[in-house]
């Protein structure tokens, strides 16, 4: 058994993605038909060209008619599908795979999620399960506040060195969405006021932790042979990879809470698949899933992005800033577009769509998009149990 | 000859007090503390941690036949309470488990009943008392619950046997609720005093006599009642002296209700000396009076927690938190989604891990799960699990979390990685802690509550708690 990916078989040849927010006066329809309608015009096709469609949604509908009615689709073959936060990117995942298998020449993956809808704060699980009452009804928040003083108990570094650590992501991702027309939150944020934001759980406070928002983003695939009949600078999928793990962190007491060894697992996967031996010199930049700042932070050694136990340093050093060595979330990350759960992880491939192709606005374009790769990641869960997606995308063949 | 095999009483963690009721309403209160149950407990939940306490300090051959379950504020009607209970305990499906429930007099009655015999009987008793604000049911009244195990020397050694009893009765109205009513109402007291004081005179001259006794002869004297000047008015007639007499808890604890009689009775053997007598006088709808003498077995007798340690480690309640604890006020609820009422199906299926808090064990790598899993997450065993009962293992607190945004009773929500003593972890919720003192590394135990009641279906498991001051929890011991 090994997983031998699909490395520049299947490319990206037209996406859309909406701005995020509170679109009060839209609806699930109105968000995909806008995101779709982007893509396809970006690939220069209609939507009956297209062979099949992929839709990802955690709770904003059910089944391949989410899109085929809005859309107005007529005989084609539409999966919904669901994996947590990483909804957005498993639409990809299986459509890139439908295409690579050569059952179509063409597939649309759409991620769409209305969470401000349900008038609560946070994700709202859509699960409605009958259960025994014995399941944890913890929000996130708190389970990734366990892994701050986790991660400092392990690596020495002190409660205020690891508040101003995380503070640093934040404000980092702050700096990059406010200079991003299609985040939800567009203003540069002090790290005074990170600091001093009321508290939601353990020590995380509300500049910690990613908003909820409406969006809805959009990929055209097609068999890697034929990109150029619809764009001379296609993005080509060298990697995509997944973990769902057996939640035995919270199981198994030796697990400590500063890394996620899913996310390690899907990230060795995928540099296996698509060739990368060093990520830290051969990745241009990386969309990764900063639900928590917690979360960005371990994701950096989880990734290969820095050292284990060195990551804070890194965040403190500014590796990761736009200007940095390795940008990271130089889109404003989940902080800055907040989590439409089915959107998330196709808006991160759009910004790779942007960066590689040299279409990013000046004053958030990434210095090293010659390096040709760029990484983008989901976890859904929580720590201890979840499930991750790592994909890579590149602007060659080779 | 039935006996009492072993007691123990159960005071929740919290304390009212009663000056501030005083001070907030200049009105009502008073002095001293009452015992106050968590928002997450009720009588069953309660019942089930004074009958972990009885069971563990109970004699090993000790097997309860008979569960008999006594509050005036069940959490169920038709639905019998002593079910989850017995679930709990994990007593073997052949045991009756069955309420005697509404009035006060049936936690003492049931005791009476018991010790008539002949099966040995868990008698599990436990009140929550609520009264308007300022009321004198409000301040006097608390909460708690005992547990004593009755069985004959077959079951194991006798801590005390019965030696007289004697009882009256009498109907007349001093004290009532009607179903659904929160609080109780009582008719102009100096009526009922008129009544008790003969109806106890009578009962504790018959058990005197019963047990071959005069007054002077009895060691200690435990007097207890809903109508505290009715009690005074009796007890200054007992011919007992002074020195006699048993604390009453209304100064620390309050009046537990049903639970109160036995919570004393636990109290007093924690206490008791081999070859004592003990008089335990009860008025309630008339006046009952059991009379005990101790053996050579309570020298040695180790309570599992003492009601008098339990009362030195609680920790105060706020009266506005009280009230809000006791539905009296409503305060703004976090913008999160309430929880739905649990599936009965599913529960069906997961009884043991829900209200016994067993889990699995593999029977090759001694990986241990909690829910119990089929496969086995270390070697992959498949179906080769035993079972492994937790709720007694104590646990250390590997990481922690204070969650400010998530539904909760009375938030915020506590909650920390526990890893079990001998393997397991398992994620909980965290009861009776002051999360500021808070540390990782902390040792905790299991305690059984109410999470949250949805659709009028109570969603009882398991939480945990830090050990109480002065019982550590040593590693890989049950305290």
Redesign the interface.
Known sequence: MSSHGIKDQVAIVGMGCTKFGEHWSKNADDLLIESTTQALNSAGVTKQDIDAYWVGTAMSGMSGMTVSRPLQLHNKPVTRVENFCATGSEALRNAAYAVASGAYDSALAVGVEKVKD?????L?GAG?T?????N????A???F??CA??YG?RYGVGDDQMREVLARISWKNHYNGARNERAQFRKEVSMDTICGAP????GLRVFDCSGVADGSAAAVLVRAEDAHQYTDRPLYVKALAFVAG?A?G????D???TYFPEIEAAGRDAYAQAGVTDPRSQIAMAEVHDCFTPAELLIYEDLGFAERGSAWKEVLAGTFDLAGDLPVNPDGGLKSFGHPVGASGLRMFFETWLQLRGDAPEERRIAHADRGLALTHNLGGYP?EMVSFVGIVGNELG | MQGILSAAGYVPYRRLDRGTITETFAAGGGRGTRAVAGYDEDTTSMGVEAARLALRAAPSGAHPRTLAFSTTTPAYLDKTNATAIHAALRLDTDVLAADFGGAIRSGLAALTAALHGPDPTLLVTADVRDGLPTSADEAAGGDGAAAILVGSDTDGPALATLAGEGHTTEEFIDRWRTPGDNRSKVWEERFGETKYVPLGEQAWNAALKSAELSADQVDQVIVTGAHARAIRSLTARLGVDKSKLADDLSGSVGFTGAAHPALLLAAALEQASPGQTIALVALADGADVLVFRTTDAVGTWKPARAVADQIAAGAPLSYGKFLTWRGVVTVEPPRRPEPDRISAAVTGRTEHFKYGFVGSKDRTSDALHLPPARVSRVGDAVDDMEPAPMADVPGTIAAFTIDRIAYSPSPPIVFAIVDFDGGGRLPIELTDVNADALQVGDRVEMTFRRLFTADGIHNYFWKARPFPAGAQGKEGSSA
């Open positions: 349900s008038g609560y704060q946070g709202v409605k009958p259960t025994d009452g014995t944890r009804t913890l929000t928040a708190a389970m506040a366990m003083p986790a108990n508290l939601m759980a353990g057996n035995s919270n199981a198994d007491p697990y400590d809470y201890g």
